[in-house]
Structures are given as structure tokens and as C-alpha cells.
């Protein structure tokens, strides 16, 4: 998501808090219309309780809630002065935790009973999912500020005091119905050397 405005960029990937981030900076940022599945929504309607997940277009996605730097760099044009004059930030959070978050809505959704060392082995989406790949452009760390999962609310604070906006309490969104134990509880040696294997570079960046 942009702020022409308040001159910042935030990369939310996906299972990193982004609804609950993109609800609470929605007044802020730069948007050409709200999505609910294939309708186009209002503010009030994205916002209430009951709309518990969204997208969002702007000038450079038509689905823009999951950018990443690429895409604004890709995409940016003179007239918008220096991109290098933007705070620009991203959502971190641990691939162990993230991994069970998205397995377990992917289940939600669609029933298909996997266990997880079946999705992960199974799941094509590797090289799509990785956190580091979000913040970079042309194999350069572009991210300078980070959110961490972990400590959402925190560093959300952090941010708002940055680019100048009030700090405000994040709503809780698009919640995990079915992950009710720790992510540890999870894994066994093989299932944690996948992610070791797949996630390694974004296990180093959150180290």
C-alpha cells in the first residue's frame, strides 16, 4: 500500500496481519477501489466487523494489498517526485508460524485434508511466498522499516509516529479459526527442515 500524502510505502505479504493493516491506514493511503471477492465494496463496508477480509486496487496493482516494492518501482513514474523520499516499510513474521497460519486457512477454505507436510511438499506457490522477495528490486533491499508479526501492535505505533499519522488500536481481522496450538506443536524434524530448506533466507533476514 501508498501514502502520496504521508510519503510512505508499507508491504504487507500475505499472513502477516495485512487486513488489519490496510483497515486501520485505509483513510491514509492511496486507493482506486475496495474489493470483496469479485464486488466492489464501500469504506463503511470495509471497515465493519462483519467484512472480515478485503483487497484493494490503486495506480500500480489491481490487487494491492499483497504488493511488493517491485511492483511501486516497477511502476513509478517522474511526475511522483523521488520514490527515495518514501519511508518504506514491511511485515515480518516468523515462516514457522507464518507457514501453519497459511495451511491452516487454506484448509479452512477449501477441505481438502492435508496434513501439513503433504501441503508443503505439494504447494507451488514456493518461490511466490517468500518475505525477502517482497522487499527487494533488482535484488536490492529496498525495505529499511520493519513490522514484526509478533509485536504488531508495537511497531504499528513505531510507524505511525514516523510518517505522522495517529497511532491507533489495529482491529483483528481475517483471524485463524482453526490454529489453536503453538506453531512449535506443528513440526516435526522433517516437516522443520522443509521450512529450513524453503525459508532459509527469510529465517536469516529475521534473525
Request: with cysteine; charged share 30%.
Amino acid at each position: 500500500m501508498i501514502s502520496h500524502a504521508h510519503k510512505f510505502i508499507l508491504i504487507t505479504p500475505e499472513k502477516t496481519g495485512s487486513v488489519s493493516l490496510v483497515s486501520a491506514l485505509l483513510n491514509y493511503i492511496d486507493t482506486n477501489k475496495l474489493i470483496q471477492g469479485e464486488n466492489e465494496i464501500t469504506t463503511s463496508q470495509a471497515l465493519s466487523q462483519e467484512c472480515q477480509c478485503f483487497d484493494f486496487s490503486d495506480n500500480f496493482q489491481v490487487h494491492s494489498k499483497h504488493s511488493s516494492i517491485h511492483h511501486y518501482y516497477a511502476k513509478w513514474v517522474d511526475s511522483l517526485g523521488s520514490i527515495e523520499s518514501y519511508i518504506k516499510c514491511g511485515v515480518v513474521r516468523n515462516p514457522y508460524d507464518r507457514m501453519i497460519s497459511w495451511w491452516r486457512w487454506e484448509e479452512e477454505r477449501f477441505h481438502e485434508g492435508r496434513a501439513l507436510k503433504d501441503f508443503l511438499m505439494q504447494w507451488p506457490q514456493w518461490r511466490e511466498t517468500d518475505l525477502l522477495g517482497r522487499f527487494t528490486y533488482n535484488n536490492e533491499l529496498m525495505v529499511t522499516e520493519f513490522i514484526r508479526f509478533e509485536t504488531l501492535q508495537e511497531d504499528f505505533n513505531i510507524i505511525c509516529d514516523k510518517i505522522g499519522i495517529p497511532q491507533r488500536d489495529l482491529p483483528h481481522k481475517n483471524k485463524n479459526k482453526t490454529k489453536t496450538k503453538h506453531y512449535t506443536e506443528y513440526y516435526d524434524e522433517v516437516v522443520k527442515d522443509l521450512i529450513r530448506y524453503k525459508y532459509k533466507q527469510d529465517l536469516k533476514m529475521y534473525e
